[in-house]
């Protein structure tokens, strides 16, 4: 039961935009805005990331194995299924949640620590105006919104 509720948690939580959002990232910035400013800082991120790690961490141990990367890569993609059409903020926002971009070591497993040490990495790459965080002008054709 835990299980279930923290993967619909994670769900609400990494879904960068959905298809009945008017405004790109509209979504995104309304699950991951942790203050309710109507802007995603460095410190949401790291709140966010921090509650999607412990959602995998099924064991417990700090580290997201294979198997806990592949149910978290499997979660991503079914709800990529309902975000198709939404450019390169969509892109982005994936990116940053992958094996590949989390993995500093590269041996296959993802730490806590190597997961919030690469919220900064993953705001500049959704920032696409640098203006420090991320709103729906940060989504959508050119980073201008829709």
Known sequence: MKRTLLTLALLALCAPVSAETPQPGGHFVENWDVDGDGAVTLADIESRRADVFMTFDADENGVLDRAEYDLFDEARANDMKDNAGHGK??????????????????????????????????????????????????????????
């Not at 990495?121 to 965080?133: E, F, Q, T």
């Open 89 to 146: 903020g969509m892109r982005r926002a994936s990116e940053g949640m992958t094996l590949a971009f989390n993995d500093a070591d590269a041996d296959g497993r993802v730490s806590r620590a190597e997961f919030l040490a690469r919220s900064a990495d993953w705001l500049a790459m959704l920032d696409r105006n640098g203006d420090g965080h991320v709103t729906g002008a940060d989504f959508g054709r050119q980073g201008k919104g829709a």
